[in-house]
C-alpha cells in the first residue's frame, strides 16, 4: 500500500481598514448593521459608473508585502474577472491578474507567490427555510487583500499555524483586524494527494472563516481523497464547500480555470507605477513584527519561547506587559531581576487574564494601567501584600482605577509579618485544634500548613504565610 501524502496551499482574503470603499467613496464599516446603507451608483455596478482608486489601500497591500520581505512589482493593474453571482451586481469582480501589486515572499518558511487587491463581494443572507435569500450590498466594494501561498503546507495543522501567524502579522501591522468571526478574514484551502513526489489532483475548499473549520475541512478532504485513491477512484478537480453541521466537505462546482473568467485589463483604470509610492516612508512606518518581538522578549526577558509565544499573540498584551517591566526596572540603569519580569508574566497571565475574561473586556476597556501593575508587583516583591490579597487588589483596582497603594492603605490590607501579633493568632489556632497539634507530635509535618490555612482564615488572607510557618513551627516545637 502505497503511503500518501498531502500538499497544501491557502488563498486568504483579509478585508483592509480604509475609511472608504476600494472604488468610490462609500464608508467601509464592516459593524454597519442596516443592509444596504454603505452604497452608491458605484459599487453598485449601475451604467456609466466610473471607478476611482483607493490610494490608501494599495499602500496597506504594499506595507503587507514588505513585511512579507517580498517583491514590489514596479507596475501593476487591475483586471476584469468575469463571473455571476448575485452578491456582485456588475457581473464582474475589479481584480488583479497578471500584474499585482506584490510578488513573491515568504512568512514562517512558507513561500507566498503573490498578494494582490481586489474588490470585496456583497454578502447572502440566506432565509431558515433556504429558500430565499436577501443580499447585502454593504461589503461590496470593501478593499480586499488576497494573499497566495505555494503549495508548501503538508498536514492541516500547518495551514492553521501559518493562517494565526498571518492573522497576526496583519493585526501588528495595522492594516486590518483579521476576525474571522466577522468575516474579515477567510480562507480558501487548495488541497491534493498523491503517493509520489508529483502534485495530486488539486481540489478547492471555499470560504473557511475560523481556525477550527480549516483544520477541520483539510483533515476530512485529506481523508477523503486517500480512502478515493486506495479505492481506484479517479479524483477531479473541484470546487468544495465546508458543511460545519456534517463536518464534511461538499461538491459546489468544477474548477474554474483562468480563461474561465475572462481576464481583461479594466479600462477605466490607469496602470501603476510602485515609484508613485514612497515605498521608504511606507517600509520606515513598518513596527515590530510578531517573529521580532517573540526573539527580543526571550533574549531581553529570558522567557522561553511558549511565553514569548503567549504574549505576543496578543498586541496589547505584549505592550502592557513591556511597559509594566519598564516600571519596574530599578535605578541607576540596573537591569530588573528575573523574578520580577516572572511575577509580571504570571500575575498579567492568569489573575489579570482571568479578570479580564470573567468580565468580558479587554485591554481598551480595562482601568489598570501599567503602572499600577508594576506597583502591585513591587508590592509583592516587598512583602507589603500576601498574593491572596493581590488577586483581590487587581479587581478592586479595576472597579476603581486606583494605584495599588492607595486602595490598601484606605482598606487596611497591608500584609501582618510582625511576629507578636502573628504569634497571638498562632496560640489560638492551636489551641482549637488539639488533633491536630496531635497529629504533628505523630511526625505530620504537613499539618503545618493546615495550620498556616487556618491563621490565614483569620487574618482575611493578610498573614505573612512565611512567617506564619516560622511562627508555628516554633510554637510547636515546645508544645
Request: hydrophobic residues 40%; contains cysteine.
Amino acid at each position: 500500500m502505497p503511503e500518501y501524502r498531502p500538499t497544501i496551499g491557502l488563498e486568504v482574503h483579509a478585508e483592509l481598514k480604509t475609511a472608504t470603499k476600494m472604488f468610490c467613496g462609500c464608508p467601509n464599516n464592516p459593524d454597519e448593521d442596516r443592509p444596504n446603507t454603505n452604497v452608491c451608483p458605484v459599487c453598485l455596478g449601475h451604467p456609466g459608473i466610473l471607478p476611482t482608486i483607493n490610494k490608501k489601500a494599495i499602500e496597506l497591500l504594499i506595507k503587507v508585502g514588505l513585511a512579507l520581505g517580498a517583491k514590489i512589482n514596479p507596475a501593476f493593474k487591475f483586471d476584469r474577472k468575469n463571473y455571476f453571482y448575485p452578491d456582485l451586481p456588475k457581473g464582474y469582480q475589479l481584480s488583479q491578474y497578471d500584474l499585482p501589486i506584490v510578488g513573491a515572499g515568504n512568512l514562517e518558511g512558507v513561500r507566498i507567490n503573490r498578494v494582490h487587491l481586489e474588490e470585496d463581494a456583497g454578502k447572502l443572507v440566506h432565509a431558515p427555510d433556504g429558500k430565499s435569500s436577501l443580499v447585502d450590498f454593504n461589503r461590496g466594494g470593501v478593499p480586499l487583500m488576497e494573499l497566495v501561498t505555494e503549495p508548501d503546507i503538508h498536514s492541516a495543522r500547518e495551514a492553521v499555524v501559518f493562517a494565526k501567524e498571518l492573522q497576526l502579522l496583519l493585526r501588528y501591522l495595522n492594516v486590518s483586524d483579521a476576525d474571522l468571526d466577522r468575516g474579515l478574514m477567510r480562507a480558501d484551502a487548495n488541497v491534493s494527494v498523491s503517493a509520489n513526489d508529483q502534485l495530486g489532483t488539486k481540489v478547492e475548499i471555499k470560504n473557511l472563516n475560523s481556525f477550527s473549520a480549516i483544520e477541520a475541512a483539510i483533515n476530512y478532504e485529506i481523508k477523503r481523497q486517500t480512502e478515493a485513491l486506495e479505492a481506484g477512484e479517479t479524483l477531479h478537480q473541484e470546487t468544495r464547500g465546508w458543511d460545519e453541521v456534517k463536518q464534511a466537505t461538499k461538491t459546489q462546482r468544477s474548477k474554474e480555470h483562468a480563461h474561465d473568467y475572462r481576464y481583461f485589463p479594466e479600462p477605466d483604470l490607469p496602470p501603476l507605477a510602485a515609484d508613485a509610492f514612497n515605498l521608504e516612508v511606507i517600509r520606515a512606518s513598518l513596527s515590530e513584527l510578531p517573529a521580532q518581538r517573540r526573539a527580543r522578549f526571550q533574549k531581553e526577558y529570558n522567557l522561553d519561547s511558549t511565553q514569548a509565544r503567549i504574549l505576543v499573540e496578543d498586541k496589547s498584551a505584549a505592550e502592557f506587559f513591556e511597559q509594566a517591566v519598564s516600571e519596574l526596572e530599578e535605578e541607576e540603569g540596573k537591569i530588573i531581576s528575573l523574578d520580577k519580569v516572572r511575577l509580571v508574566f504570571n500575575y498579567l497571565t492568569s489573575d489579570m487574564w482571568g479578570l479580564m475574561k470573567e468580565l468580558a473586556i479587554d485591554f481598551k476597556s480595562v482601568n489598570i494601567t501599567p503602572e499600577n501593575f508594576a506597583d502591585l508587583i513591587e508590592m509583592i516583591v516587598k512583602k507589603m501584600i500576601s498574593s491572596r490579597t493581590a488577586k483581590d487588589l487587581l479587581r478592586k483596582m479595576q472597579e476603581t482605577s486606583l494605584d495599588p497603594r492607595m486602595i490598601v492603605q484606605q482598606e487596611g490590607l497591608q500584609q501582618v509579618s510582625g511576629e507578636g501579633e502573628l504569634q497571638e493568632i498562632a496560640q489560638q489556632v492551636i489551641a482549637a485544634n488539639p488533633a491536630a497539634v496531635a497529629d504533628y507530635k505523630k511526625g505530620k509535618t504537613t499539618v503545618l500548613q493546615f495550620f498556616v490555612g487556618k491563621a490565614m482564615g483569620v487574618l482575611k488572607g493578610k498573614g505573612n504565610p512565611e512567617v506564619l510557618r516560622q511562627v508555628f513551627e516554633k510554637i510547636l516545637s515546645g508544645v
